[in-house]
């Protein structure tokens, strides 16, 4: 999409796929370079300053491995992809009229909530998938049952992150609404 203040500079398709390659998360310096490779710069003090204001969802401390087996080299904070479509729509309606504080007090933003949500839930669907493997190994077999509620309980949790994200983009929308019949 065209690179301007008022309208969006990604389309939900190109999210969608930004997502899906980066589920891992992103680091502040990813995100900001996003931007810039749009025309489209967010400042990594700006980017800071949203988070702190509660905007959006604070980062995760994830470690780094070296390239020797179980080296580390500290760890990094990382977002969720999801922060780029989160600053996408903040910086829309800051192009809209809209105020930090409105942002902060009459539109919902559930979103880091949400993207926690879905990384706990990944996580312990990973350590539950990691002992169901390590079990049908033990035993010398597969555990097909279990395996296959672990696919069910994956689907669950998406959908159920996908209606949270439904249910915050509904209330984004009155609260424009709302504010526009003013």
Do not use: C
């Amino acid at each position: 999409m065209e690179s301007n203040s008022r309208g969006p500079i990604w389309s939900d398709a190109e999210l969608d796929v930004l997502e899906a390659q980066r589920s891992a998360g992103l680091s502040t310096q990813e995100v900001v370079d996003l931007f810039a490779a749009k025309g489209a710069p967010v400042s990594e003090a700006s980017f800071r300053k949203y988070v702190q204001l509660g905007l959006l969802p604070r980062s995760v401390r994830v470690g780094r491995r070296g390239h020797e087996k179980g080296k580390h080299r500290g760890s990094q904070g990382l977002y969720p992809a999801t922060v780029v479509r989160q600053i996408e729509a903040i910086r829309r309606l800051l192009a809209q009229g809209y105020t930090i504080a409105e942002l902060q007090s009459q539109l919902v933003f559930f979103g880091g909530e949400i993207d926690e949500l879905a990384q706990k839930l990944e996580r312990v669907l990973e350590s539950v998938a990691r002992a169901v493997a390590e079990r049908g190994r033990s035993q010398g077999g597969t555990e097909d049952v279990l395996t296959a509620s672990v696919s069910e309980a994956r689907a669950l949790s998406a959908d159920l992150v996908g209606k949270l994200r439904g249910i915050e983009r509904g209330l984004a929308m009155r609260a424009r609404m709302a504010r526009a019949a003013v």
